[in-house]
């Protein structure tokens, strides 16, 4: 069964860096895009940055310039460095793989559990 375990949030002051990690585990054989997305409280789940397996990201605007996502292929495992970080990026921050298992099956969307970043003032 595949399973994206989160870790890496915690309470930071504005202006401070995290840094996110996913792994990702449970009878891969291939995973497309990773990528982060992110649900403050009282708002719908954003996009916060997405990374194919070539390596090729894609940002959301505000976090462009402050937030890196890459990716160890053989570890099955994305991270999103976050720098320079606002109160505005508190919020629930989940992983998502879009996962093969078998050379012959389609992919599947999965998600993380879900970490919780908190910047303060």
């Known amino acids: 069964q595949v399973q994206l375990v989160e870790s890496g949030g915690g309470l930071v002051q504005a202006g401070g860096s995290l840094r996110l990690s996913c792994v990702t585990s449970g009878g891969i054989w291939h995973i497309n895009n990773m990528g982060w997305y992110r649900q403050a409280p009282g708002k719908q789940r954003e996009l916060v940055a997405t990374?194919?397996?070539?390596?090729?990201?894609n940002y959301a605007d505000s976090v462009k310039g402050r937030f890196t996502i890459s990716r160890d292929n053989a570890k099955n495992t994305v991270y999103l460095q976050m720098k320079r970080l606002m109160p505005e990026d508190t919020a629930v921050y989940y992983c998502?793989?879009?996962?093969?298992?078998?050379?012959?099956?389609?992919?599947?969307?999965?998600w993380g559990q879900g970490t919780q970043v908190t910047v303060s003032s």
């Open positions: 990374i194919a397996n070539s390596g090729s990201a």
């Open positions: 998502n793989a879009d996962v093969v298992k078998n050379w012959f099956e389609s992919s599947h969307n999965y």
